[in-house]
């Protein structure tokens, strides 16, 4: 410990006899590693630890690990259904397993290697990564703090309020909507409210002329052409 503390890898809480990691990514890093040795009950030692919060980030990486270092998807598949499985469990552990692959650097190339358990059960978890994107992947608008700073809202209020236009975490969103777009064509039908909600964030929050703007705009009109303006 005292080693640690030196290199400042942990520190210690000067009234308690408790350590702290010296960064989140460290934290992050060395819980996966517990996560990881549970594995195969994950939703038991869940249970047991009272599902904290703190282990999203962690659990996340688990999935990824998972999925980059196995040719094939089936132990993050496994894993999802088991934590699916358990109604009693809170639904962030099935969120973050569903959002490993578009959290890596390889996220292309993942989304691939899961495509046909994405678009599985009528594209089930395909709607629930895309959920996940325009829910969790964002960030607050601060676009409008300018403004707020001038009213008597606490920050808390601020930020609720700076959550409620948010703006796409970009270097996970831009690889997911490459990937995507060629796949909306044969997306199925009832996949596309929750498709159309991803599109109409882009462009909204895109400059005009950037990536992908022309694609999207041409898919709307043919669904709209299809529909007649109604899904």
Excluded: C
């Excluded at 819980?31 to 009950?41: A, S, T, W």
């Excluded at 980030?57 to 196995?70: D, H, M, Q, T, V």
């Excluded at 691939?112 to 009528?122: A, I, Q, R, T």
Aim: charged content about 25%; cysteine-free; overall charge neutral.
């Amino acid at each position: 410990l005292e080693s640690l503390e030196s290199d400042r890898i942990i520190s210690r809480d000067s009234n308690r006899d408790v350590y702290y990691f010296g960064h989140d990514l460290l934290k992050d890093w060395v819980l996966y590693r517990i996560l990881k040795q549970n594995q195969e009950d994950l939703t038991s030692y869940l249970f047991e630890i009272r599902q904290p919060l703190g282990l999203y980030r962690s659990i996340r990486l688990l999935g990824i690990a998972l999925l980059e270092e196995n040719e094939s998807p089936n132990l993050w598949i496994d894993l999802i259904r088991q934590v699916e499985q358990q109604t009693e469990l809170s639904g962030r552990w099935e969120q973050a397993l569903l959002a490993a692959p578009i959290n890596s650097p390889r996220s292309i190339e993942l989304l691939e290697k899961v495509e046909s358990f994405l678009f599985s059960e009528n594209a089930k978890y395909l709607i629930k990564l895309m959920i996940i994107l325009r829910t969790i992947e964002v960030e607050p608008n601060f676009s409008y703090l300018n403004a707020l700073e001038k009213t008597n809202y606490s920050s808390s209020e601020r930020m609720n309020i700076l959550l409620r236009d948010p703006i796409p975490r970009w270097k996970i969103w831009q690889p997911f909507m490459k990937w995507i777009l060629p796949r909306l064509t044969t997306l199925p039908k009832n996949a596309r409210t929750e498709a159309i909600r991803l599109m109409e964030m882009w462009q909204l929050k895109i400059s005009i002329g950037s990536i992908y703007r022309q694609e999207i705009a041409e898919i709307a009109f043919s669904w709209l052409q299809e529909k007649k303006g109604g899904f």
